[in-house]
T-cell receptor, first 112, second 112 residues
């Protein structure tokens, strides 16, 4: 079982819809969870991060961590065509080593 | 701040040629990493450094060398390029263990 699993998509949704992106993981020691957005031919850029369990909201984006289920989600409300990108989840074990484990990314298309 | 910069943006090599991919950051981050990103494979860690003079291997280190003589720079050397090294290479830096990584714009490498 891979440490981080992420559906590669592509996921196509109409503009204005709520998007749900998810990752599952196997290592219960992960404490720091991140979502990166990567536009075509660009480097990944940090979108949101959370520490341990719970929700975090930033504008149209909400990150959710359920450590009991080893499941993290990113919700995008009122999706826009500019949200079309690949979204990578990432996670790490703080205070152990510097390695951050990435999911393979989900390609998202928002249809106008 | 320029953040993380990478040069060149694009490079074509012949099999057996050597080259150096440059990476620099101006955020005074101790940690720097090199990844390659291939379709369906996600981001794979090549080498990383936790400070000047300290480097270590990641998941796919074969065929690559690194050195870290200053905090700012972390070049990646391909000693004898192979077609299997055709990929997009990203450099990233972060402040400390497990903390958020900031990525450069990437170098697209084609080995013929």
């Amino acid at each position: 079982q891979k440490e981080v699993e992420q559906d590669p998509g592509p996921l196509s949704v109409p503009e204005g819809a709520i998007v749900s992106l998810n990752c599952t993981y196997s290592n219960s020691a992960f404490q720091y969870f991140m979502w990166y957005r990567q536009y075509s031919r660009k480097g990944p850029e940090l979108l949101m991060y959370t520490y341990s369990s719970g929700n975090k909201e930033d504008g149209r984006f909400t990150a959710q961590v359920d450590k009991s289920s080893k499941y993290i989600s990113l919700f995008i409300r009122d999706s826009q065509p500019s949200d079309s990108a690949t979204y990578l989840c990432a996670m790490s074990i703080m205070n152990r080593d510097d390695k951050i484990i990435f999911g393979k990314g989900t390609r998202l298309h928002i249809l106008p | 701040n320029a953040g993380v910069t990478q040069t060149p943006k694009f490079q074509v090599l012949k099999t057996g040629q050597s080259m150096t991919l440059q990476c620099a950051q101006d955020m005074n981050h101790e940690y720097m990493s090199w990844y390659r990103q291939d379709p369906g494979m996600g981001l794979r860690l090549i080498h990383y450094s936790v400070g000047a003079g300290i480097t270590d291997q990641g998941e796919v280190p074969n065929g690559y060398n690194v050195s870290r003589s200053t905090t700012e720079d972390f070049p990646l050397r391909l000693l004898s390029a192979a077609p299997s090294q055709t990929s997009v290479y990203f450099c990233a830096s972060n402040r400390g263990e497990g903390e958020t990584q900031y990525f450069g714009p990437g170098t697209r490498l084609l080995v013929l």
